[in-house]
DNA sequence: GGATCAAACGGACCGTGGTCCGGTTGTATT
DNA sequence: AATACAACCGGACCACGGTCCGTTTGATCC
């Protein structure tokens, strides 16, 4: 491993935490495309440089804002209570996650959109909902290609496909709920 | 059915062509995001105001240069040799088709990218694969929800999953082929 | 062939994301 | 405590997507 990098400067650490929470602010008040780097900049009181120097662009800030609820969300995977929680048996465990994490996407939809790549890619926030299927798979005694087809399991929950369905297709949640039912069971194979 | 919308004028139809014809040849230079629409503009001697008012908006002109190659996708999976088209059992069909379209999707994945919303959702570019789709499942006589459950199939073909398993998981095309495969039997049951 | 009117045209203009660089402030060293 | 240096700060600046509106052009009807 190469040396760790520099820790963050007092102030700069200071200051993340100013422009996070004046944008959650905005976000919450005004709606996510609503909310421009400028009215960020002067409503957390720094420059605009800042923040693209602590988040990188407009979707890493996003990202970073989006970035706590997930966090929420994970944790609630890991010990919250069952059946999403552990204590639950697989099967029951997947379906919920499921149905948790596609909620989830539909919720902060607009946000998960703004911060674009970022959103998905970075902090492993896909590559933790993977990990989760993958175990539970395991624990159902499914064999095959099991990162791969965690992935095509969680491929239909992604939002751009979800809006598709809800937006232009008016598909209520209860029937795509049941229909990811389905696909899991076709194939874990009863 | 409402009176149909008054037909386009002779220059207008005219400016059309020369726009795409004009876009086409820019993207294939330099490269999608290389390509602004005052740079189109320029190229094809008309104004800015024109690019606009023609296609909406630069996603909308991206889709519609997208369109051209997708139409040629879709004539070959409707009329062209097998498997891909007609004259192969179904279950070939349908792997051929999977391949296919993984394929096309991260050969113009810059320009899918740039035509965001647009290009997957309009012009009924995802409607066709879904039908097809659909009708090839019934074919093999899967029972169930049928458009939903050819939504699930091809999700993990969808462009954004696609690419955080290539460009950052480096996984090689051959083996999301072949995870793919296995997930269409567990979902068709053999 | 004019006259008429809707539609298309084009380029000046604006807002926003993103960069840059001179000045400032925090931190390590002696 | 003073010095030195790196990191941080902020706002002027740029490029690009998108809008607006006065002008031009092509279809239609007499």
């Not at 539909?106 to 703004?114: C, F, H, R």
């Not at 399991?153 to 949640?173: F, G, K, T, W």
């Amino acid at each position: 491993m190469a040396d760790s990098p520099p820790p963050e400067r007092a102030d700069a650490a200071r200051n993340r935490e100013i422009i996070l929470a004046a944008a959650l602010r905005l976000v919450e008040t005004r709606g996510v495309d609503c909310v421009t780097m400028d009215t960020v900049a002067s409503e957390a009181g720094v420059g605009k440089g800042t923040l693209f120097r602590r988040f990188e662009s407009r979707e890493g800030l996003m990202a970073a804002v989006l970035n706590t609820s997930e966090t929420q969300w994970q944790a609630s995977v890991i010990g919250g209570p069952p059946p999403l929680g552990p204590g639950a048996p697989p099967m029951e465990r997947l379906l919920a996650f499921g149905h948790s994490r596609l909620r989830a996407n539909l919720v902060s939809a607009s946000l998960i959109e703004a911060a674009g790549r970022a959103g998905q890619r970075s902090v492993a926030a896909m590559s933790f909902a993977n990990m989760h299927v993958r175990y539970l798979l395991r624990e159902l005694g499914v064999e095959g290609d099991l990162p791969l087809l965690a992935t095509a399991i969680l491929a239909p929950l992604e939002l751009v496909v979800l809006e598709q369905q809800v937006e232009r297709e008016r598909i209520p949640v209860e029937r795509l709920e049941a229909a990811w039912d389905d696909l899991v069971r076709r194939v874990v194979g009863h």
